[in-house]
C-alpha cells in the first residue's frame, strides 16, 4: 500500500508539472502573440499619421503646413536611419551601440513630435509663430544626428564589401594564374638543356616535341575525365573493357572477315 500511495503521489506531481508547463506556454504563447499584434497596429497607426501628416504638408499653408513638414521630415529621418542600423546590426555588432543611440534620440524625438502637435492645436497664431523657429531647430538637430549615423552606416558597409571585393579579385587573380601553368612539364627542359649541350641540332625541336606530347598527353587525360563527369554513360568503359576481352573479340572478328583458302577455293 506504501508503494501504491507512492507511485500515486508520484503520477500526481507528475500531472501538476505537466499542467504548470501547458499554462506557462499558453501565457507565453498569448503575450507574443500581444506583443505581435500590438507592434502590428503601432506600425499601421504611424503609417497612417506618416500619409496625414505627407497630406497636411501639400494641402495646408501657413504655420501648420510647416509643422506637418516638421513632423514628417523628422519621422522620416529616424524611420530610415533605424531600417538601416536594424538590417546591419546581424552583420556587424559594432553597429548595436550606434542603434542604442539611436533609441535615446528617437525618445527626444517623441518628446518633439508632442510638442509639435500641441502646437499644432494651438489657436493662438503668434504664439505659433514665436515657438515654430525653436522647435524646428531642435527637429533639425535631431534629424543631423540621425542622418549623420545612417550616413556612416552606409558607409561603413561599402568600405567593408569594398575590401571584401579587393581580396576576392586577388583570390581570382592567383587562381587565374596558377591555372595558366599547363605548359610547365617536368623533365622537358633538362631534356631540351640535354640536346644544346650535345650539339644536336634537333634538340630544340625533340624538347619541345617531347614537351607537346606530356602537355597533349594530360590535356588528353584531364579531357577524359571532363567527358566522364559531363557525359554520364558516354564516357563510361564497355563491358568487354572491364572484362579484358577487347583484343579477343577483335581479333576473332578479323579472323572472320578474311577468305577462306581451301581446295574450292582453286
Not at 239 to 245: C, H, K, R
Request: proline share 3%; with cysteine.
Amino acid at each position: 500500500m506504501e508503494i501504491l500511495g507512492v507511485l500515486l503521489g508520484v503520477a500526481l506531481l507528475l500531472g501538476l508539472g505537466v499542467v504548470v508547463l501547458v499554462v506557462i506556454g499558453l501565457i507565453k504563447a498569448a503575450r507574443a502573440v500581444g506583443e505581435k499584434v500590438e507592434r502590428q497596429e503601432a506600425k499601421a497607426r504611424r503609417a497612417v499619421e506618416n500619409v496625414t501628416l505627407k497630406a497636411k504638408s501639400y494641402t495646408q499653408t501657413g504655420p501648420q503646413g510647416q509643422i506637418s513638414a516638421v513632423r514628417l521630415g523628422l519621422r522620416t529621418s529616424l524611420d530610415g536611419t533605424r531600417r538601416v542600423l536594424e538590417g546591419s546590426v546581424g552583420q556587424d555588432g559594432q553597429l548595436g551601440e550606434a542603434l542604442a543611440l539611436l533609441g535615446r534620440l528617437d525618445a527626444h524625438a517623441a518628446e518633439l513630435d508632442g510638442e509639435l502637435r500641441m502646437l499644432e492645436r494651438e489657436p493662438d497664431a503668434g504664439r505659433v509663430a514665436a515657438k515654430l523657429p525653436e522647435l524646428r531647430e531642435r527637429a533639425e538637430r535631431i534629424t543631423h544626428s540621425a542622418e549623420t549615423m545612417r550616413w556612416a552606416a552606409q558607409d561603413r558597409m561599402h568600405r567593408f564589401a569594398a575590401d571584401e571585393l579587393g581580396r576576392l579579385s586577388r583570390e581570382c587573380e592567383d587562381e587565374a594564374g596558377a591555372l595558366r601553368h599547363w605548359d610547365t612539364v617536368p623533365g622537358a627542359s633538362g631534356a631540351g638543356a640535354a640536346a644544346s649541350a650535345s650539339g644536336d641540332p634537333g634538340g630544340s625541336g625533340a624538347g619541345v616535341g617531347a614537351a607537346g606530347a606530356g602537355t597533349a598527353g594530360a590535356a588528353r587525360e584531364a579531357g577524359g575525365t571532363r567527358r566522364g563527369l559531363t557525359d554520364g554513360r558516354a564516357g563510361r568503359p564497355s563491358a568487354e573493357e572491364l572484362l579484358g576481352l577487347a583484343d579477343p573479340v577483335a581479333k576473332l572478328a578479323q579472323r572472320l572477315r578474311k577468305p577462306t583458302t581451301g581446295p574450292s577455293a582453286g
